[in-house]
């Protein structure tokens, strides 16, 4: 009849309108496309994303059929939860406590985490069936001082990207904040669901400032099902992040799983597409992202779990063997180690770690930090505790990276007895073990006899500095002692001047060169294989004498200099030469 055929016309231009608009709000997230966009267009060009994802809610609820699983450009899934973000999402307010005022990011803007996390990484996971009988996941939610409307969006994300049959809670840990709608706007949140959902919503409430490992742990204690997943209140989930996750600690509840993160930009919500990693660290124990080890990329699956020497920071975890290995370390101060200690803690102790590349979590990596401005004094506290307990004679290591003296150090790392007694209880490995079966990328410096600053007795307050990264040059400069200064002479009378590299995939330590009478930074593979002027006589108190040239590295008077003394490498004079920190068991003996 001429009113079916209408109707199929009709239907068949809202298919391909459907799919066009399907297109443009893809691509009008792509960088390349609105970096050209002057800021006015840019408003336009947005305003009519925001209409066009308007256009699309009215013709998916008239005709919903048009969305299929053999569109290219779309599926039921990606717009039930693009509809979803918009229902959700009236305005995001972004508030950022530390940084001098409030960021109003408008709707459009925020569905961003919603469009573009599920097109990251799905294409190779999709296919891939899971049991229906995996265990159930509490989702513990941590935050201080957060947003309201990025909490709440992630707990949309975690309740609408979950399967409802797993999904048995989520618990929210308030690590004490001050901001007045985390209170009673929030708690009505949380009341409204639970009337409709009896229990669904945990609320746990610090009555004093935790900080972030202490508050995961609060998350932890309140759960009740099987599985914990432990993650910060600025995140959302992909679809499909659950299963293969909890498929792994169903396999075996040993397992510490990881999913693979993105970034969500935390003053535009932009999301930036992370590629897929391993997580490690470096010798101050500062998180890091990884390559894959070599015999990942060489089983050529690229869905296949990644076996990862730590964690970045959030995961999921059989909820009794969290206990059984130890929880966190509640003795460690607000965060930072956290995460390495534990990796390391599970290889050690018999469990493993993994990151998955078919479960998918964008997180916002935030400009502030919200409990303090500096993190350095707690992540060095921190990094101590675990060197002390867990990495034995390489604990020296982390002492040299933060140019700490291993005896006397000054800093309090509290009671560290109970730590000690939980890895004799649970027979755990060393770290050397550690070292060459699980993280054998990580460079090792067993050769240092001396490390920390280095000056000269004719001007005490200047140390030898690298100077501008790229002169490789170094310099005289006003003694300060973070990394440009950190110094480190070896056995094989090396001289390492700035960062301490930490993996064989980073680029090598600087080693001081003489080149044609002049003192430079070269890295040092490539000076050794070039048979460079490299290896230096040095004692303490004495002169740096170029093994090779039998030059020293001296101070000389210059009116250019603003300290009035540039370094030069001339016929040694007996200036003396004074470095922090000497390993005594090994310097001189």
Not at 330 to 341: I, R
Request: with cysteine.
């Amino acid at each position: 009849s001429d009113l079916t055929l209408c109707h199929l016309l009709l239907t068949t231009i809202n298919y391909y309108i459907f799919n066009l608009i399907v297109l443009f709000i893809r691509s009008s997230y792509r960088k390349c496309i609105r970096e050209h966009l002057s800021p006015k267009l840019l408003l336009v060009f947005d305003f009519i994303q925001a209409i066009s994802i308007l256009i699309l809610y009215i013709i998916y609820t008239h005709y919903p059929k048009l969305v299929s699983e053999r569109s290219v450009h779309c599926d039921v899934q990606w717009l039930s939860q693009l509809i979803h973000s918009l229902l959700v999402s009236k305005k995001l307010l972004w508030s950022d406590q530390h940084a001098r005022g409030v960021k109003y990011i408008q709707m459009y803007q925020s569905l961003n985490m919603s469009l573009m996390i599920f097109i990251f990484g799905f294409h190779r996971c999709r296919n891939i069936t899971y049991p229906l009988n995996l265990p159930q996941v509490s989702v513990v939610f941590i935050f201080v001082n957060e947003a309201l409307s990025v909490i709440l969006r992630s707990i949309h994300s975690a309740v609408n990207r979950t399967p409802s049959h797993l999904l048995k809670e989520i618990i929210l840990v308030d690590d004490n904040s001050n901001n007045s709608e985390l209170k009673e706007k929030l708690q009505d949140f949380v009341s409204e669901t639970n009337s409709q959902h009896p229990g669904f919503i945990k609320m746990v409430r610090h009555a004093k400032q935790e900080g972030l490992i202490r508050s995961r742990v609060s998350g932890w204690r309140a759960a009740t099902a099987p599985v914990v997943a432990l993650f910060d209140a600025h995140v959302e989930f992909n679809a499909g992040w659950a299963e293969p996750i909890l498929q792994r600690i169903k396999e075996d509840r040993t397992r510490i799983i990881s999913p693979s993160f993105d970034n969500i930009k935390y003053d535009t919500f932009e999301i930036e597409e992370y590629p897929l990693s391993a997580q490690g660290f470096d010798w101050e124990l500062w998180c890091r992202y990884l390559n894959p080890p070599k015999l990942w990329w060489h089983k050529g699956n690229k869905t296949a779990p990644i076996q990862s020497p730590a964690l970045i920071g959030c995961f999921v975890v059989d909820r009794l063997y969290f206990e059984e290995i130890g929880l966190l370390d509640e003795g460690m101060e607000v965060y930072g180690g956290e995460n390495v200690e534990l990796g390391i803690r599970v290889w050690q102790c018999g469990g493993s770690v993994e990151v998955l590349p078919c479960s998918r979590t964008a997180h916002i990596e935030r400009a502030h930090k919200p409990y303090t401005e500096d993190l350095t004094s707690h992540v060095r506290r921190n990094a101590l505790r675990v060197a002390e307990v867990w990495m034995d004679e390489f604990k020296s290591h982390v002492y040299m990276a933060w140019n700490i003296p291993l005896e006397d150090s000054g800093i309090d790392i509290g009671n560290i007895s109970e730590r000690k007694a939980l890895r004799k209880r649970l027979q755990c490995k060393t770290f050397r073990w550690y070292l060459v079966n699980i993280y054998p990328e990580m460079r090792m410096y067993s050769d240092t006899i001396a490390y920390g600053v280095l000056k000269n007795s004719l001007k005490k307050d200047l140390c030898l500095d690298q100077g501008p990264d790229n002169d490789n040059v170094p310099i005289l400069y006003l003694c300060h002692g973070m990394t440009p200064q950190n110094v480190y002479y070896t056995s094989t009378q090396h001289l390492h001047i700035g960062l301490l590299s930490p993996t064989m995939d980073d680029d090598d330590n600087k080693c001081l060169v003489d080149v044609n009478s002049r003192p430079c930074l070269i890295e040092c593979s490539y000076a050794a294989a070039k048979r460079m002027k490299l290896h230096w006589l040095f004692t303490q108190g004495g002169s740096i004498q170029n093994k090779k040239s039998k030059r020293c590295l001296e101070l000389v008077a210059s009116s250019d200099n603003e300290f009035g003394y540039q370094l030069a490498l001339q016929k040694c004079t007996g200036q003396k030469w004074f470095i922090t920190n000497i390993t005594l068991f090994r310097y001189g003996k």
